[in-house]
């Protein structure tokens, strides 16, 4: 691997990977919120696994129903309004545009040896390993 | 919290498909934190990944009687979930930068000598702002998703991936190139240049 191959795929990826590396330091900061266990009863249709996600289903019922009630009353039937279709913002456009003129695929995909850079004795824990060797 | 390695998690899982039930509750208690993280990694938001979280711990004490010991839990967890969230998106067919919200970026400089992107001016990466890469990577095809979030977010190896997402290395590393590829193109501006 050149010089300045090594430079040329730095600078191309460099941003996204060091991107993607700090997304992944901070996503393993996360920890979820505490799921206790409880084993389903052996027999039982009615399995009580998880106590929060069914009081949160409530709390999420009863806000809906509120929002029912207090909604301005609808049209009926072909006087029924119709919601209004937002426009897309012109930089939806311009990246939709951009992934219909370029396939998902590149049109001739590189080869097991031409991605070496993406195995994982380059890319994982190797301090003195970079895209220069290989 | 208990915090186990994949050695101690596949004995509790051994342990859970010949009836120990307790060992099943442990194992959860070890492994939720990495299955939460895996599906807000998949764009999810909090709630919604618990769900899934619990949804696949269900499904994984379902099927424990097909459980072969021996085998990496782990990854067999792993591939559960990539199932779940599959069936969420399918069902919600999400858009946007939602799920992963990120307080506050982590630092982007390299402390490791020769890891790549050291060269590339620090203006650069400060650019590339958190919210605008979990975006991007919401625009990409599922399977082009699926293989960074497993290779880049949660530092899973070629194999590894591979199993989760049910394809060949190959594949993956396809897929991979590809979405790198993809990001480019979403992130650049029109000009050409980085942001």
């Known amino acids: 691997m050149s010089e300045m191959e090594d430079r040329e795929l730095k600078q191309r990826y460099g941003p996204i990977l060091n991107g993607l590396e700090a997304m992944g330091k901070d996503l393993r900061r996360r920890t979820c919120p505490g799921i206790a266990w409880q084993t389903p009863q052996r027999g039982n249709r009615h399995w009580a696994v998880l106590a929060w996600p069914a009081a949160a289903a409530a709390v999420a019922a009863a806000v809906l129903a509120a929002m029912f009630l207090l909604a301005p009353p609808a049209g009926h039937g072909d006087n029924a309004p119709v919601a209004a279709i937002a426009e897309p913002h012109e930089d939806d456009l311009l990246v939709m545009e951009m992934l219909v003129r370029e396939p998902a695929q590149p049109a001739t995909s590189p080869s097991n040896d031409e991605l070496w850079w993406l195995d994982d004795a380059v890319l994982n824990d190797a301090p003195t390993t970079n895209l220069g060797e290989g | 919290m208990m915090s186990l390695d994949r050695t101690g998690r596949t004995d509790l899982m051994d342990r859970a498909a010949s009836g120990d039930d307790t060992a099943f509750g442990q194992l959860a208690l070890a492994a939720q934190d990495d299955l939460y993280r895996f599906a807000l990694a998949h764009g999810l938001k909090g709630a919604d990944a618990a769900e899934v979280t619990q949804e696949t711990f269900l499904r994984a004490f379902r099927g424990r009687d097909a459980w072969r010991k021996g085998s990496d839990v782990s990854g067999w967890l792993y591939g559960i979930a990539i199932n779940v969230v599959r069936e969420f998106h399918r069902r919600n067919r999400r858009r946007g930068a939602e799920g992963l919200e990120l307080d506050e970026m982590a630092p982007a400089d390299c402390d490791r000598p020769g890891r790549i992107g050291q060269d590339v001016p620090s ?73």
């Not at chain 2, 590339?128 to 899973?156: G, I, N, S």
């Open chain 2, 123 to 195: 203006e650069v990466d400060a650019a590339l702002t958190a919210q605008r890469l979990a975006w991007a990577l919401e625009q990409l095809p599922p399977r082009q998703h699926e293989a960074v979030v497993c290779r880049f977010l949660m530092c899973l190896s070629l194999q590894e991936t591979a199993d989760v997402m049910g394809c060949a290395e190959g594949t993956v590393k396809a897929a991979v190139f590809a979405a790198l590829e993809n990001l480019r193109k979403i992130i650049k501006t029109p000009s050409g240049a980085w942001p």
